[in-house]
DNA sequence: CTGAAAGCGCTTACAG
DNA sequence: CTGAAAGCGCTTACAG
């Protein structure tokens, strides 16, 4: 391993020099520099980050927290981080924490073991504690899709989106509505999840319909798979269910429709579907599946953005909320 | 920040003391051990991972590198790697590199920055002079989809997807063929593109047919939207195309069939078409699409498990290479 | 303009 | 069984 000091005695310089050198100091001389250059391209050098992240305190890694990343949801997100990292051109780089439920724990480690300059979470709700460790911390958190009040929020509009849905479904004559969701395994809903129901709802209401609570169908994953065990029992337990807003995504809802087809229910015509998120594949399906779009792949562009102009010093870490809003798209599938 | 030091003080011991506790170390008492314990709970210690790993010298992270990750290709490899991460309830941590074309250059950083204790690379075909630094730096190497003689190579047979692919179209009754490919941006194909160029010209070959060169068209990013492009350059420049192998892929292929939808070309009766990848959304996709099946989560999770054992010593590094056969997932398409 | 020294927070021989 | 010392590879005041 080749370190500062090898440099240092083929340049015939100390190695603070060397140090000073690297990292452009005015105090050096054009000279100098060009020798400890020439001599760390000789001896092919590279900077252990670890030993210069210790010392510094930053490690130039911005954490990206979710429970988990197989769905459609954050890998859309991840697109967009992505997609912002390849226009900036920065240093940073980009570290995936899966936390298997136990939030607090692997958030805790993340600012106090230094694994990250900053984090951004997915769909994932810090306690109070967490997030004034992060603010003692210096450490900032963005938030997307759940509620954290002290730190940065990023959530879309699940309530009107869901109703808007609804809406659509209500308005071309549908009575008796099913509501799909997920987040089963939780000790309660997520928070997206929850103010869709609440949309659904409401707009049941507004309506003058009546709701049957028996027409509420529970996903845990988020798995296609998930959306045909759910037609299966809609057919047994629903009681005539001509509309379905699909709150648990396009995935599910794509799901519904493959299994519908197989049993020959014919969508549009017997059963209306609306999903949620839009995903490519949405406009693909057979019929194309009216869904509301998120614009998630900006939201993740949006926020790494944003982290590094926090972690630069270019903008003020401050806790603010920012809601983007969703989108009806209407295709054939209501 | 609460250090190591802190603890000591609180627990009345010194510093080594508590690194030996906290690590378990059987030359310290059960009583000392609870002591230290207890006082690190109470401060809220956590080892500053920064400066372990510069002692240890292991980072515990494991980097992923591909060029990007936008594709679905990418993103069902990592959805594999998660999948193994769970299960396995390790301490690594993945970090992802995007490379941007500088392939050499960022390797070399990750391996002699101590960024990654190793690498999986997906669809990145290493240098001689990379592999011999990561091999003398004991640092395992898994590339995926690529070559990579020297390091763990893991591939698929894309000669032989292709192939089966091809000759499928050709047994249904299709003689005028088009091949869509990926990689125009790049200098050369990448291996998979490039084997399943010539998987498709020997199947021509073989069955006595003949192929116009004009037939070939490129893509550059494999999104959805080139497939649309490419079926419009198809009728415009193609000649008498009636069955369409596309290389680059399954999403690719459905912009082709949305555009040809709307153009009113019937699939798979004027056209046939057979896809790669076999996505989740190849069956939603009206028609269904015929495609070749990858077993990518599978790759991911195993590629994973592996550079665990490996890190781990229950497995020596040494250079080998594994093949895993692809399918033909015959649907509606052709 | 350059170098000797101290220090970042930890681990690991080595004494005792 | 526990602690003082050295060291991982770097940066950053501080002298000169």
Redesign the pocket.
Known sequence: ?V???DVAQLAG?????V??A??NSP???A??KAKVLAAAKKLNYH??HL??S???GKTYVIGVVANFFSSTFEMEILKGIEQSIRSMETEYTINLFGTLEKNDQVLTDICLGKHADGVILLSISPSKEIIKLYSDNNCPMIVIDEKAEGAIEIVMDNYHGAYMATEHLINSGRKNLALVIGDSNREELGLSQKERKEGFLQAIKDHDLSFNPRNIFYIEDYYFEEGQVVFKRMQRYGSDIDGIFCAAGDIVAAGIILEAKTEHVNIPRELSIVGYDDVMSSSLIDPPLTSIRQPLFQIGKNAYARMVRLLEGNEEYKPNKFVYEPQLITRSSV
């Not at 310089?13 to 020099?17: A, C, E, I, L």
């Open positions: 391993m370190t500062i000091k310089v100390s190695h603070t020099t140090s000073l690297l990292r105090s050096i001389t000279d100098t900077p252990n030993a210069r210790l010392v510094s």
